[in-house]
């Protein structure tokens, strides 16, 4: 195994794993149909309920707005990619609707976070996303958020 095959194991997606620290990556997926329909209280017990049962990947900190979410993950205890994980939790979300309700987006967008810098840098900006779009003053207000395992990232 050369240098090169030590550092880095490919996971999926363009994730990669570094022995020094914690992979966590930063998704965000879409509403598929037109419509705000995401922040209500239903649909965040939801995808609580389904991201504890899905657990090839934990999420950690995440954030729901009315048209797109934002999680932030670290790998489970499957050896599991994260393209699959995110369409198994995504699938049980849907069978759980009522048939005609609008749905997530089949593709998601993701990045690893380099490092804890990166990682708590973009977790505040995430949050500011309610105060910039006039939903209230103080993210801490805003009730379509929290943490589902309370995984700590280790590394640089």
């Known amino acids: 195994m050369d240098m090169f095959e030590k550092r ?3 996971l999926s997606h363009g994730v990669f794993e570094f022995a020094d620290r914690t992979t966590v ?6 509403t598929a149909n037109v419509g705000a329909w995401l922040t209500c209280d ?3 017990a939801l995808l609580r309920e389904v991201w504890l049962e899905a657990r090839g990947w934990l999420v950690g900190y995440y954030l ?3 048209t797109h979410l934002h999680l932030f993950a670290t790998r489970g205890a499957l050896d599991c990619a994260l393209e699959r ?5 995504k699938r049980n979300v849907t069978r759980r609707l009522p048939v005609g309700h609008p749905r ?3 593709n998601h967008w993701d990045t690893r976070m380099r490092n804890g810098q990166h990682f708590t840098e973009t977790w505040q900006y995430v949050r500011q ?3 910039r779009k006039g939903l209230v003053e103080c993210p801490d207000d805003w009730p379509y958020q ?3 395992h309370d995984w700590i990232y280790t590394g640089p």
């Open 8 to 10: 880095f194991h490919h």
């Open 25 to 30: 990556v930063f998704v965000t997926i879409r």
């Open 42 to 44: 239903e649909m965040h």
């Open 64 to 66: 729901l707005m009315p």
């Open 85 to 89: 994980w995110t369409h198994f939790w």
């Open 104 to 106: 997530l987006a089949v």
């Open 129 to 131: 996303n309610p105060v």
């Open 146 to 148: 929290g943490i589902i």
